[in-house]
């Protein structure tokens, strides 16, 4: 199973639940962007140094065709590509959500077009629904793979707003934003 090999390679960090149903598998957590140095003589690696947060992830027969999470940072994206985009099928949706964006874009990049969605602060379980223009009771019942693949169908008919740019484009349209954190109050 493709997210048993990702969790071997160290791939899968804070994960929430990875679970398998018929030829789907999901995972629901952080993806490595950039695993952290040798820590010790045993070969324990230092947390990564780059993650895509909250990402929720469908896979069919070992090929990616739901991909979605949030960046910090545009520039990430890159990195996204390079450990994931081998996995990817051909009629995969993806959709990011990015901290330093403020308007949403369509970024050519790597053969694929790939809604990018500013956002600091927020849920993307909930914006994603949102997308696919679901709501609560159309969970009722079903397992968590289940729940994911609800929401892959219903992203069907999902048409993205927003400029159609290239990476670099893209990368010119960046603003200093950050996460929005919250603390104990």
Same mark, same amino acid.
């Given at each position: 199973?493709? +997210?048993?090999?990702? *969790?071997?390679?160290? $791939?899968? +960090?804070?994960?929430?639940?990875?679970?398998? *149903?018929?030829?789907?598998?999901?995972?629901?957590?952080?993806?490595?962007?950039? $695993?952290?140095?040798?820590?010790?003589?045993?070969?324990?690696?230092?947390?990564?140094?780059?993650? #895509?947060?909250?990402? !929720?992830?469908?896979? *069919?027969?070992?090929? #990616?065709? $739901?991909?979605?999470?949030?960046?910090?940072?545009?520039?990430?994206?890159?990195?996204?590509?390079?450990?994931?985009?081998?996995?990817?099928?051909?009629?995969?949706?993806?959709?990011?959500?990015?901290?330093?964006?403020?308007?949403?874009?369509?970024?050519?990049?790597?053969?694929?077009? #790939?809604?990018? !969605?500013?956002?600091?602060?927020?849920? #993307?379980?909930?914006?994603? !629904?949102?997308?696919?223009?679901?709501?609560?009771?159309?969970?009722?019942? &079903?397992?968590?793979? &289940?729940?994911?693949?609800?929401?892959?169908?219903?992203?069907?008919?999902?048409?993205?707003?927003?400029?159609?740019?290239? $990476?670099?484009?893209?990368?010119?349209?960046?603003?200093?934003?950050?996460?929005?954190?919250?603390?104990?109050?």
């Amino acid at each position: 199973m493709l +997210f048993n090999d990702y *969790e071997q390679k160290g $791939l899968l +960090f804070n994960m929430n639940f990875k679970e398998s *149903e018929g030829s789907y598998a999901a995972y629901r957590g952080d993806l490595v962007l950039e $695993l952290g140095e040798v820590g010790d003589a045993h070969g324990h690696r230092m947390p990564p140094t780059a993650t #895509i947060k909250n990402t !929720i992830v469908l896979a *069919e027969n070992d090929k #990616i065709k $739901l991909y979605v999470g949030s960046l910090d940072d545009l520039a990430l994206l890159p990195k996204v590509l390079d450990y994931y985009q081998a996995d990817f099928a051909a009629d995969i949706r993806m959709i990011l959500f990015v901290v330093n964006i403020n308007k949403p874009l369509i970024v050519d990049t790597n053969g694929l077009s #790939i809604p990018v !969605i500013g956002m600091q602060e927020g849920l #993307i379980w909930n914006e994603l !629904i949102d997308l696919a223009a679901l709501d609560k009771s159309d969970f009722k019942g &079903q397992s968590a793979a &289940q729940k994911i693949v609800t929401v892959y169908k219903a992203l069907s008919d999902y048409k993205p707003k927003g400029d159609k740019v290239s $990476l670099a484009e893209a990368l010119t349209r960046t603003v200093a934003l950050t996460r929005a954190g919250r603390g104990p109050i």
